[in-house]
DNA sequence: AAGTACAAGTTACAACTGTAACTTTTTGGA
DNA sequence: TCCAAAAAGTTACAGTTGTAACTTGTACTT
């Protein structure tokens, strides 16, 4: 199941909120990923083709459509892969490249292992 | 500069050990990218094109190849876009969901600020 | 009942990727 | 000196991706 990049702005406005028809659709998107209406359609198709949208009429009018996978599921699968594309499975060292990047500080890893 | 996962491939080999010989990437190569020759030597043009490695002169007979970017570097631009592509650039986000995954323990977070 | 506005659904197309064959150049040995 | 082996460098091609136009269906409005 890979989603590409354009689809997964799709994705996430689904994770927001369920069942939006293709216009609901076009108004989430930020500003950014404005695109043709054709386009996100085709985008949609696409994604349904992968299992990843259902749509369902809605009112004989406009179809609805709702992710059919989750996000947690996805996000998990997303990390591995990166996990092991960057850093060969070792968690560790991604941990320490970020902290380098000053990414994170020290003081808010502490303040999660606060709250874990 | 956007290096492809095929290309990564080269690139990490490079990055492991610099002015190597096609043959030479070929054989550093796990057996699992094992690919057609030509197939390298496509590779590597394009991350020439893109500046991404270097090719030297080595004997008139083989070129060597170098990394012409840092892995850190490099590493540090894909850590962003993974950062701001899933968690929207909150490392917090991150963080938890890899513990969620239990792809973290708590002890293995302690570990690392011991560390630090 | 007919036309038009809009939604559904299909097709198109160029750029990018992964893969590898093809062509040209070089050079060490017979 | 000329040839064959191997390297350099170029071209090809199908599948994917981002983008959008085109075609078909539907359903209000007059």
Redesign the interface.
């Known amino acids: 199941m890979k989603i590409t ?1 354009a689809e ?1 702005e799709i994705m996430k406005v689904l994770w927001e909120e369920d069942n939006l028809t293709l216009n609901q659709i076009i108004e989430k998107l930020s500003s950014k990923e404005q695109k043709n209406k054709s386009t996100i359609k085709t985008l949609l198709y696409r994604l349904i083709d992968k299992g990843a949208v259902k749509s369902i009429e809605k009112n004989k009018k406009e179809n609805e459509f709702k992710a059919n996978i989750s996000r947690k599921k996805y ?2 699968e ?3 892969v ?2 092991e ?2 850093y060969n499975g070792n ?2 060292n991604m ?5 380098e ?1 000053k ?2 500080s ?1 003081e ?3 303040k ?2 606060d ?2």
């Open positions: 990049d997964l996000l998990k997303e990390n591995n990166f996990l594309k960057l968690i560790d941990l320490l490249n970020f902290v990047d990414k994170i020290k808010k890893i502490q999660l292992l709250i874990l």
